[in-house]
């Protein structure tokens, strides 16, 4: 079979497991997305539909309809995460593979999720909230799911130390040979975070070994791979970095208050998991400090050129002096 007919093959079973098994595909035109971070093959399909009205009957053309999908080449990880979480009722896309046992990477399709999202018109209050409700739901579904998910990774120490070591380090050093560089942050500042990362390694043992609060991680929580679905829900996209480990490595992300943060740890508290508040507070300055720096090093190497990625670099280095609970 051609790439062609077993991608038609493909958007075909999608709209029958998830839309209408009574829906006919009646034309499909495709186009490529930018490549995301990780310049993975992804491309967006616009389907016309036509239902049929009834029994035996072909479609008439008066309820046809159009759905947007998502193709990507996604890896074993994020295919078999995202089949669990869609099973658990999670805010993730619907999601189908034609080769759900292959190790390597293959076409999953997903559900175009912000295809019919108004990002002007967004009730941010009401939305933070529902995020912090489904992010609670699904660490507190997997909790301890060890034995289910054997195929994610675990993060541990060796993590930290690369992400720092290999990943910040260069890119740090790099931004510092910028002649601007100490004056737009501050010396005082950067001297801060280089003391953080220093000893880093050390201070995120507490995290990497609370077992306790050990789950499904999505792990990769940046800003593109949180989207509005119909302007009402947040769903989490993109789970090829998910990892079996510490619910404290992905909230510090989405988590830009004290409030928002108890909001978080009362949804979990709902869902069954207590975490005391001295605990919660030091785990989480921890896990911000590591993930600002771990964030950071793609804004190192852009942020004169590009104030977003300023501003960016700025909230990152935010999270490593400054994170919320210190
Ligand atoms: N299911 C989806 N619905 C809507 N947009 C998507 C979807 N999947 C990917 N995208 C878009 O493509 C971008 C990159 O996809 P992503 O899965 O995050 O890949 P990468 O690993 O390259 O970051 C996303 O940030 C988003 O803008
Ligand atoms: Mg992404």
Same mark, same amino acid.
């Given at each position: 079979m051609t790439d062609s007919c077993k991608l038609t093959g493909l958007l075909k079973d999608t709209v029958y497991c998830?839309? %209408?098994?009574?829906? &006919?595909?009646l034309s499909v035109e495709s186009s490529p997305i %930018?490549?995301? %971070?990780? =310049?993975v093959e992804l491309s967006r399909h616009r389907l016309k539909l036509g239902v049929s %009205?009834?029994?035996?009957? =072909?479609?008439?053309?008066?309820s046809d309809s159009e759905i947007s999908l998502i193709t990507k080449l996604a890896n074993y990880n994020e295919r078999s995460a995202l089949s669990r979480l869609y099973a658990q009722g999670a805010k993730v896309p619907f999601s189908l593979s034609n &080769?759900? &046992?292959?190790e390597g990477r293959s076409l999953l399709c997903i559900q175009d999720v912000d295809d019919q999202t108004d990002y002007s018109r967004l009730d941010i209050a009401a939305l933070e909230a529902k995020e912090m409700q489904a992010l609670a739901y699904i660490h507190s579904k997997n909790l301890g799911c060890r034995e289910e998910v054997p195929w994610l990774p675990v993060v541990d120490e060796d993590q930290i130390a690369v992400a720092v070591g290999h990943w910040w380090k260069p890119a740090w050093k790099a931004a510092k040979s910028h002649p601007d560089f100490a004056g737009t942050f501050g010396a005082e500042r950067l001297a801060e975070i280089e003391s953080v990362a220093e000893g880093i390694v050390s201070a995120m043992v507490p995290v990497i070994e609370?077992? =306790?609060?050990?789950t499904m991680i999505h792990n990769d929580l940046n800003p593109g791979n949180v989207l509005v679905h119909n302007n009402e829900e947040v769903y989490f996209i993109d789970w090829e970095e998910a990892c079996y480990g510490s619910l404290f490595l992905d909230i510090p992300m989405r988590c830009s208050s004290v409030r928002q943060a108890f909001a978080y740890k009362k949804y979990l508290n709902n869902y069954g998991l207590e975490i005391p508040d001295a605990k919660f507070a030091e785990l989480f300055a921890v896990a911000s400090r590591y993930l600002g720096l771990r964030y950071m090093c793609w804004n190192l190497g852009v942020w004169e050129h590009n104030e977003r990625a300023k501003a960016d670099l700025c909230k990152y280095m935010d999270m490593v002096t400054r994170p919320l609970f210190s």
């Open positions: 998830f839309v %209408s098994p009574d829906a &006919q595909v %930018s490549a995301g %971070s990780r =310049a %009205s009834g029994e035996n009957e =072909a479609s008439t053309g008066a &080769q759900p &046992q292959c609370d077992t =306790a609060t050990y």
